[in-house]
Structures are given as structure tokens and as C-alpha cells.
């Protein structure tokens, strides 16, 4: 069963429950007031029939000038004045419980089941009695006449009134049945327009939950469902945004898998190779040996710098930087002893420039940033050109750059710079045992320190690399 149609029957149940006891609540309030009434106007009588047998006995007594009637006489008086009132359905006059006089028959059996209860005098007693058909209420009290206690009782015939009852609670009933109609007509209308929403939003999270994480559910109906779907659709949007990235970093470590067996293979092909030459030949002159053990050194150290510039990047996404400040001047002078004999031998010069800045840097992290991106504007310069390393600060920004006038990149080049194994010139890289791999090196380790590579290159004008970063004047 359907959530809608749940809430639709639950809430018609409460209704129609609420109706009934409400109902019953009004008869039962409207029944018991009109018995009262009834019970009030009974006893009423019963006072007035029973003041109308005493007036009638003394009537008699004074009329006839006698001291006082016999037994026989207050009962024909009783029975007289009995059978002539209407206002009552029956009544009965006992004495010593003997039944003295009774209107109608009937009533006899019904007041002897009510004259064993205990009477005083100037108390009227009422009490419901039923038989098989009608229901009467029964008023009785004592009677005294010529200083005789009798007991008189009077009946009034209930049937009017439970008839009126039952009818009253048919009519209830009826009322209930077309009010509940009425409301279930409306509860089903009001419930399916309210929860409508829930069925375009269980369409739509099963088109999410299939892996269509493009779907967006429209925001309608109530507040609430408004913003449930709003949450769905900001879940739905993560989840297609982090699938997104989750499929962009296997695509980036499938391309570095692949590149990475593609750049092994080179080398490893050249040392399997030239190193079965000088296996399998008998007689090799020493030209020839040297020229075969050199390339098998050059390619050796193409693997060499390609696990070192590997194992770098593996562990720079995971490694704990230990921030610390570091004169900047004194930074760049270990990296220009670090650098030149590499300056030395592409004979190209290397000038320094840095005014009085602090620098707060993981200094073996920054030197292998410094040292990757002054390697790359080496083999990119001619020779006899410069490289210019530079650090400026201004307002609490520091600026270091590293710029060379050498080959420069296209723009199409400039933007696949810092992905990993990415060679603009791969015969020119190979022969410098370039790898691809430095400013995707220095890129994480600028990451690692709040800052991003900015890279500007001409072709044939050359590359500034820079970062700005957070520094202060000594």
C-alpha cells in the first residue's frame, strides 16, 4: 500500500472515529437531559396524583361527616381516581404489601419488583424497570391517608422515548456516514494533491540511484518537499561533481600508467638491446664498446631520474610540510652552488635577485621546486643565454620567479605544462634525460604551500615561472 493511500485511510478512520464518539457524546448528553426532564415531570405527577387521593379521601370523609374512612373506602376512592388520571401509564396502591388497588394489571408485576425497595416518608423514589417490550420509570412513595401508611406507585412508558432515541442515533449514523463520505472525497483529493511531489521525487532518486546523476527533480508541492527535493538535487550534484573527479583521476593515473610504461620501455629497450650487442659479439674494438656503454649509461640515467622524479611526486601529495622562515637571499645562494655546475656545463649564467624577504617555506620541498624549474629553463636556453632567479615583496606578497629567454611554449604547449610525462619537444627532453615530470612536481609542491605555478611563455622568446606567495621584508 502506498504511502498517500496509508495517510488517506488512517486519517478517514480518525475522522469517521472522531464523528461517532462525538455523536454519541451529543445523544448520550441529549438523552440523559431529557430523561431528567422526564424523571422531574414523573415525579411532578406523582406528587399531584398522590396529593389528589389524599384531597379526594378527606373530600369524602367531611362530606359524608365521618371520623374516618374504612380500608374499603380509601380503596374504591383510589381506584376511582386512579382510572380517571391520564397523566399516568399505570399505578398501584399496596398496604402491608397486599396490593390494594392497581391501573393496569400489568402494573402489578412491575411495581412488586420495585416495592421491596426501602421508602421514606417525603422521599419519591424513581427507578427504570424493563420487561420484555417497553421500558418504564417507576415513581413511588409512601402514601399516608386516616393515619395509614400505603404505598403508591406510578409508571410512565419509556417506549416514546428510546424510540426517539434509536431514531436519533439511526440519524447520527446516517449524518456520520455522509459527513464521512464527503470527508473522504476531500482527504483523498487534499492527500494525493499534497503528496503528488513524492512521485517525482521516487522517479527521480531512482534515476540517481541507476547512475543518471544529471537528473534534477523539480521543486514543488509543500515546504518540506520543497526542501527535501532541494537536498536531493545538492546530493545529486555532489555526487556527479565527485564522480566527475573520481573519473578525471582514473583518466589522469590510466594517462600516467600508460606514459610511465611508454617512457620505461625507451631505455629499458636501448640497455636490453646494446647490452646484448656487447654479450653475443666476439670481437668489439674499444670505439665501439665505449659507444655502446655510453648509451647504456646515458639511458640508465633516464630511468634513474625517472624513478627519483616518480617517487618525488608520490610522496609530495602525502608528505607533512615543516613550514619554517627562511631568508630568501640565503635560499637563492644554495641553490645557485647547487646549480652551477648544471649552468656550467649548458654554459648558460644564472643571476640572482632578491631584496631583503622572509620567506615562510618547507626549505627541502622549495629548493626541489627551485632547482626542477631553473633544470627546465636550462635545457630550454641556448647557450651563453641567462636565467634569472628573482624574489620581490611587496604589502606582504612575495613574488619568486624563475625566467629564461630560451625556446618558450605555444599555447597549446602552455596548457598541458604541468601534466605528468608531458614533453613539448619529447626528442630534445630525451636527449637531456628529461622525464616530463618537473613542473607536475612543482605544481604539488606549490600546492603544498598555499600558492599555484603562473606560467608565461613565448615561442622563441622564452618562460617566466612564478608564484606568489606569503613573505615579509627582514
Known amino acids: 500500500m502506498k504511502l498517500w493511500q496509508r495517510i488517506f485511510l488512517t486519517a478517514l478512520l480518525l475522522v469517521i472515529l472522531a464523528t461517532t464518539i462525538t455523536g454519541w457524546i451529543i445523544q448520550s448528553e441529549s438523552f440523559r437531559s431529557t430523561l431528567q426532564q422526564e424523571k422531574e415531570r414523573a415525579a411532578a405527577t406523582h406528587a399531584n396524583l398522590a396529593a389528589g387521593i389524599s384531597s379526594q379521601v378527606v373530600y369524602q370523609r367531611l362530606l359524608h361527616s365521618l371520623p374516618a374512612l374504612g380500608e374499603s373506602q380509601v380503596q374504591q376512592i383510589a381506584g376511582t381516581f386512579l382510572r380517571e388520571n391520564t397523566d399516568i401509564s399505570g399505578a398501584a396502591l399496596f398496604l402491608d404489601g397486599t396490593v390494594m388497588e392497581a391501573y393496569p394489571e400489568q402494573a402489578v408485576g412491575r411495581a412488586e419488583s420495585f416495592v ?235 643571476s640572482v635577485h632578491c631584496d631583503k624577504t622572509v620567506l615562510t617555506i618547507d626549505k627541502e620541498l622549495f629548493k626541489s621546486l627551485l632547482y626542477n624549474l631553473i633544470d627546465n629553463a636550462v635545457k630550454a636556453s641556448r647557450p651563453e643565454s641567462e636565467i634569472r632567479l628573482s624574489c620581490r615583496t611587496r604589502r606582504g606578497k612575495s613574488i619568486v620567479a624563475v625566467e629564461d629567454h630560451g625556446i618558450g611554449m605555444n599555447a597549446q604547449q602552455l596548457q598541458h605544462a604541468t601534466e605528468p610525462f608531458y614533453m613539448a619537444d619529447k626528442a630534445r627532453s630525451r636527449k637531456e634525460n628529461g622525464a616530463g615530470l618537473g613542473l607536475s612536481l612543482c605544481s604539488k609542491i606549490a600546492h603544498l604551500h598555499n600558492t599555484q605555478l603562473q606560467i608565461r611563455s613565448h615561442e622563441g622568446k622564452g618562460t617566466i615561472v612564478w608564484m606568489i606567495m606569503t613573505g615579509t621584508e627582514a
Open 116 to 350: 421491596d425497595n426501602v421508602l421514606e416518608k417525603d422521599i419519591c423514589l424513581q427507578q427504570i424497570v424493563r420487561d420484555a417490550q417497553s421500558a418504564y420509570l417507576m415513581s413511588g412513595s409512601i402514601l399516608t391517608i386516616e393515619e395509614t401508611d400505603y404505598l403508591l406507585y406510578t409508571e410512565e412508558n419509556l417506549d416514546t422515548l428510546y424510540t426517539a432515541k434509536s431514531e436519533q442515533m439511526r440519524r447520527i449514523c446516517y449524518i456520520n456516514l455522509l459527513t464521512a463520505s464527503a470527508i473522504a472525497v476531500l482527504l483523498l483529493l487534499t492527500t494525493y494533491l499534497h503528496l503528488r511531489p513524492l512521485s517525482s521525487i521516487q522517479t527521480g532518486l531512482e534515476q540517481i540511484a541507476q547512475g543518471d546523476y544529471h537528473t534534477r527533480i523539480k521543486q514543488q508541492g509543500a515546504a518540506e518537499l520543497r526542501q527535501l527535493t532541494a537536498h536531493i538535487n545538492d546530493m545529486a550534484q555532489a555526487t556527479e561533481q565527485h564522480m566527475e573527479q573520481l573519473q578525471q583521476t582514473a583518466d589522469a593515473r590510466k594517462q600516467f600508467v600508460d606514459s610511465f610504461a611508454h617512457e620505461l620501455k625507451t631505455p629499458l629497450t636501448s640497455i636490453m638491446g646494446f647490452g646484448d650487442l656487447m654479450r653475443v659479439t666476439r670481437s668489439m674494438d674499444a670505439g665501439m664498446r665505449q659507444e655502446y656503454a655510453q648509451i647504456i649509461v646515458t639511458e640508465a640515467k633516464r630511468l634513474q631520474t625517472l624513478s627519483g622524479k616518480l617517487l618525488q611526486i608520490a610522496t609530495a601529495e602525502h608528505v607533512q610540510t615543516e613550514l619554517q622562515r627562511v631568508s630568501a637571499a640565503d635560499l637563492f645562494e644554495e641553490i645557485r652552488v647547487a646549480t652551477a655546475p648544471l649552468c656550467l656545463h649548458n654554459r648558460v649564467r644564472l
